[in-house]
């Protein structure tokens, strides 16, 4: 069985502070790792994700995540925060043998608010 | 396109009702799936499909009745509502292509209160 841990159900960082969020992950094969965001009052948007291959991954509006499997961990960065960022951010896996990208284990997410 | 779109928005439910979360995509994706979202939470599948006329359940299934008569659409059923099943419902799409990582998109959502 999968699972995913997010440190730090809260986050706080000054505008143009680097933004470093938590996530390690458990599974018995290498996994599909995924770091979703949620606005308020909407759905989740796709961030990034990693696959296979090179394990520092880019994504959308300046977030990168690297994959570190002798730590277990998909930590998701950005180098200045912006306050466009402030949402809740959520980490997945996915098995690779059971399926691709389906049936996601979510972890319980992070809420990062950007102080000015 | 209009994406992933639920219906309705917010909706309010006595113990014992049923109702049913409407769900339609417009981008012929094969997969569709219905999470929860529950606070400390995070999100927890509750039945997924992988085409029409084939559905499986999640993590979560109990109070829940699926089915997928076309591609466009999946429903979620509430048989009996129980305020246990207060929540945020999402649903969620993407091309199915057996093991390739596609992305997928998700609703809205759609808050309900049982009360």
Not at chain 1, 2 to 31: F, I
Not at chain 1, 35 to 48: D, R
């Amino acid at each position: 069985a999968q699972s995913v841990t997010q440190l730090g159900s809260h986050v706080s960082v000054s505008e143009g502070a680097l933004v470093l969020l938590r996530c390690n992950y458990s599974s018995s094969v290498p996994p599909y790792l995924f770091w979703y965001v949620q606005y308020p009052n909407q759905g989740l948007q796709l961030l990034l994700k990693y696959t296979t291959g090179a394990t520092l991954v880019k994504g959308i509006n300046g977030f990168e995540a690297e994959f570190k499997k002798s730590e277990t961990s998909f930590h998701l960065t950005k180098p200045s925060a912006h306050m466009s960022d402030a949402a809740e951010y959520f980490c997945a896996v996915s098995d690779p043998v059971a399926g691709g990208n389906e049936k996601l284990t979510f972890g319980t997410g992070t809420r990062l608010t950007i102080i000015p | 396109n209009a994406g992933v779109t639920q219906t309705p928005k917010f909706q309010v439910l006595k113990t014992g009702q049923s109702m049913t979360l409407q769900c339609a995509q417009d981008m012929n994706h094969e997969y569709m799936s219905w999470y929860r979202q529950d606070p400390g939470m995070g999100l927890r599948l509750i039945h997924y499909s992988v085409g029409a006329g084939i559905t499986d359940q999640g993590e979560v299934p109990n109070g829940y009745n699926v089915s997928r008569s076309t591609t466009e659409d999946f429903p979620l059923r509430l048989l009996s509502a129980a305020p246990s099943q207060t929540s945020v419902y999402f649903c969620a799409s993407s091309p199915y292509s057996g093991g390739a990582v596609e992305t997928q998109y998700f609703g809205p959502g759609t808050r309900l209160l049982v009360l």
